[in-house]
């Protein structure tokens, strides 16, 4: 079993910062690609970044320069630095995993979400 567990989320002010974690635990042989992503209410789920397992980034480019991805893979760990926040960073935010389990078997997880909320 592999599980995906999302943590920093949080009420913050407008040009406030906030830092996300995802940690993946369970039956893992190697974690490829991970990535954010953030759905705001009433609206599609949107990538906020990938980065690869020898931490190459593609952060999407309306938050490029705010945001920041990093990995630390002994902690099979993601991060994503969130600064200058706005109203409209207000999202649940996902992190998703390619992972190898040890039964050789190759898959997609998600996370349960974080809330962020940017209001006064």
């Known amino acids: 079993q592999v599980q995906l567990v999302e943590s920093g989320g949080g009420l913050v002010q407008p040009g406030g910062s906030l830092r996300l974690s995802c940690v993946a635990s369970?039956?893992?042989?190697?974690?490829?690609?991970m990535g954010w992503y953030r759905q705001a209410p009433g609206q599609q789920r949107e990538l906020v970044g990938l980065?690869?397992?020898?931490?190459?980034?593609n952060v999407t480019d309306s938050m490029k320069g705010r945001f920041t991805i990093s990995r630390d893979n002994a902690k099979k760990t993601m991060y994503l630095q969130m600064n200058s926040l706005n109203s409209d960073d207000t999202a649940v935010y996902y992190c998703?995993?390619?992972?190898?389990?040890?039964?050789?078997?190759?898959?997609?997880?998600w996370g349960q979400g974080t809330q962020v909320t940017v209001s006064s």
């Open positions: 369970g039956n893992i042989f190697r974690i490829y690609v």
């Open positions: 998703n995993a390619r992972i190898q389990t040890m039964a050789n078997l190759l898959s997609d997880y």
């Open positions: 980065i690869s397992s020898g931490g190459a980034t």
